[in-house]
């Protein structure tokens, strides 16, 4: 069973568990699926904001494929969340990758 399969099998009886999504989200990019990985991204943050890791991620897929302004978009509203939640770390990293694409 792949991972894949796996995730998608826990999923079945979690629910809508953002680490999960986020998990599977990463292994559809591992395979150039990003449509996929996209719309796990954008289902958690839409249900769950404060899931400050999916930010990055998300943004660096949307890099990836051209999609510039949603991912500076997407960078500054990972920042702000991580500054209301005093994740100087998630901050610092989504700043630097919003410094890297403006430049």
Partial sequence: MSRIEKLLEYM?????DSFLQHALALEY???????EARKLFNEIL???????GSYY????LL???G???????IYKRGIEEAQKANDH?????LQAALEDIEE
């Avoid at 990019?29 to 449509?35: A, H, R, V």
């Avoid at 991620?57 to 660096?60: F, S, V």
């Avoid at 770390?89 to 990293?93: I, N, Y």
């Fill in 12 to 16: 079945k009886t979690s629910g809508k």
């Fill in 29 to 35: 990019i591992k395979i150039d699926q990003d449509e």
């Fill in 46 to 52: 839409l249900r769950e904001p404060t899931y400050i």
């Fill in 57 to 60: 991620h998300l943004g660096k």
């Fill in 63 to 65: 890099e990836r494929v």
């Fill in 67 to 73: 999609d510039f302004d949603k991912a500076i978009r």
């Fill in 89 to 93: 770390h998630s901050r610092m990293e």
